[in-house]
């Protein structure tokens, strides 16, 4: 038979199995065939909160790699991990369980990209002068337990290795990739600098025992956060929770005392239950969209219990088109850049107006006003150097000057914020019982929405205890 012949057969077969394959795909679930999806993949484009492998605090350790810190050196039996100048390095996909001590060193997981591993920490004590405890490299995604009954310590030094810094590490545990904390057991974080805990993908955490101090975030997410089934304390000289991605709390408890935000997500934060404390903060609850359908909550606060923050505008918080605003305006700005004359009035005009002045000028006229006076200023700049307007409550930095504000609010920390409109932002209340606690706020709100507030059930109660700023 010609050669021709048997490649014309071979492509006729390919051809069939390929209609084979794509009948079976398209009609496999009418057939009775399940197609297996990792729900724990980083591309995995799921709407489940958690997986299976995440509320699995007690998985099986029977071929599991085993490891005893010991000081400055660990002592490895199983495959998968070797310790070098310090470090004990997780390099495959595995399940490995540690226990003992490190004086000065830390665990660094670093596998392939699509690589999932699970660490047992079984009564761990690690401190590490100037690294995070653990640090994730690379790895699809790794589950951090805590073994039931034990205790794990891990504690910072006062500075971070210029190496450690040049690859973004800012937190006594840090993750490159997605993060799942469960167990039953207990953990403490402690740092000394920046962040107890920043993954700069997902964190859940699932179960355990867990606090955490920093002077800066508690916990600092880059995608969502989500938590269920634990009990967290957090003490942070920032924010408590950061994410930007979305927040989901589903059940556990949670204490905080935070000097900013005790939760602040960029995008949303959902409250489905659970149980949640806020101590002393100076926002409870801060996102473009507040949800709370379930838990008890009760928030004491120096400023919004909650605030739903975005909105559309720039200046004194006038509500605009920015669509309108922009075209000949402010042409090819770049954003986080200040001009040398803000299209913003400073404190040194504002102060030679009287109070009455001000108050009389609504935000628009007050940007108009503005306009006018640097128009010929900014027509001088490149484009490079002209101001984007910021989101929310904030204004430029113009060298930590007081700002002066028509309704008579302090102007926030100057943060680069996406311009929002007014109907991306919300506070919806359907459940749970909320308690807001002011006894020292300056024009302070318990419940602050630049959109729209609902409430279709639940419990709200709030007391403040407001004064004007003299």
């Known amino acids: 038979m010609s050669t021709h012949r048997w490649i014309d057969r071979i492509c006729a077969m390919i051809t069939v199995l390929s209609l084979i394959v794509t009948v079976l ?20 484009q799921g709407d489940e909160y958690f997986t299976s492998n995440d509320l699995n605090g007690d998985w099986d350790t029977s071929e599991a790699t085993f490891i005893t810190l010991s000081g400055d050196s660990a002592r490895i039996s199983g495959n998968g991990a070797y310790w070098l100048e310090g470090s004990l390095f997780i390099v495959r996909t595995g399940q490995y369980v540690i226990t003992g001590e490190l004086t000065d060193g830390n665990i660094v997981v670093d596998a392939a990209r699509y690589s999932k591993v699970w660490i047992l920490l079984n009564g761990v004590t690690i401190h590490c002068d100037d690294d995070a405890c653990i640090r994730v490299d690379q790895a699809d995604k790794v589950f951090l337990t805590l073994a039931d009954g034990t205790e794990n310590t891990l504690t910072g030094g006062e500075a971070f290795s210029e190496a450690a810094l040049a690859d973004g590490t800012n937190a006594v545990i840090f993750s490159h990739d997605d993060l799942t904390i469960n167990g039953s057991g207990s953990l403490n974080v402690v740092s000394s600098v920046l962040n107890a805990i920043t993954s700069k993908d997902d964190l859940i955490i699932t179960g355990g025992t867990i606090s955490v101090t920093a002077p800066n975030h508690g916990l600092r ?8 089934s634990a009990d967290v304390t957090i003490a942070a000289g920032e924010d408590g929770i950061h994410a930007e991605g979305d927040i989901v709390i589903q059940d556990g408890t949670l204490t905080i005392t935070a000097e900013d935000d005790a939760i602040h997500s960029d995008t949303s934060a959902l409250i489905l239950g659970g149980t949640i404390l806020v101590n002393d903060c100076y926002e409870g609850i801060e996102a473009l969209t507040i949800e709370i359908s379930g838990g008890e909550l009760t928030i004491h606060a120096r400023d919004d219990g909650l605030n739903a923050n975005g909105y559309t505008g720039i200046g004194f918080g006038a509500e605009m088109d920015m669509t309108e605003l922009m075209p000949g305006q402010l042409p090819e700005q770049s954003p986080g850049q200040l001009p040398e004359q803000s299209s913003v009035q400073t404190s040194e005009q504002i102060s030679e107006q009287t109070p009455e002045q001000i108050s009389e000028q609504t935000p628009m006229q007050m940007s108009e006003q503005t306009s006018e006076q640097t128009s010929e200023q900014t027509s001088d700049q490149t484009p490079e150097s002209v101001y984007t307007p910021f989101s929310d409550e904030f204004m430029p930095d113009t060298g930590s000057l007081p700002m002066a504000w028509p309704d008579g609010n302090p102007a926030d920390t100057v943060e680069e914020k996406t311009i929002v409109s007014v109907e991306d932002t919300w506070v919806l209340i359907s459940g749970g019982q909320l308690t807001i606690l002011n006894e020292s706020g300056v024009d302070a709100d318990g419940i602050d929405s630049n959109g729209d507030i609902t409430i279709t059930g639940g419990t709200i109660l709030v007391s403040m205890t407001c004064r004007s700023e003299e």
Do not use: C, P
Request: glycine content about 8%; aromatic content about 10%; hydrophobic content about 35%.
């Open 25 to 44: 795909f398209m009609n496999g679930e009418k057939l009775g065939i399940k197609l297996v999806s990792d729900t724990d993949a980083e591309s995995y």
């Open 221 to 228: 997410v880059n995608d969502h956060f989500r938590m269920t």
